[in-house]
């Protein structure tokens, strides 16, 4: 088996959230709210990379910023935009959104 392990850059995936935070007009405050947190630090650790949200506040991220998960997390592996049980359309809004984030 020569497939590498693929890993998650926990400081792009953390800058990219505050990327989309700034597209969607939201602040720390706003997300320290919606995820019920009692401090705003763990969001500041996101975006430097210190630790990465828990599943369950990704979930949530996701459902707030209305982008699937896997627009937030940025890694190494190879994004197949066309996948079993994905429809065309859903990949080319996949591919849009990144660009979109790549460009702003």
Do not use: C
Not at 11 to 31: A, W
Not at 84 to 94: F, S
């Amino acid at each position: 088996m020569d497939k590498e392990y693929p890993a998650i850059d926990m400081l792009k995936t953390g800058q990219n959230i505050k990327k989309i935070m700034k597209l969607k007009g939201l602040t720390v405050k706003d997300i320290q709210n919606f995820l019920n947190l009692s401090a705003p630090q763990g969001i500041y650790h996101w975006f430097i990379g210190k630790s990465m949200p828990s599943l369950d506040n990704l979930y949530a991220l996701s459902e707030l910023f209305g982008l699937p998960m896997d627009i937030m997390i940025i890694g190494d592996r190879k994004f197949v935009f066309a996948s079993p049980g994905r429809t065309w359309h859903q990949g080319l809004y996949i591919y849009y959104i990144k660009l979109i984030l790549a460009y702003s």
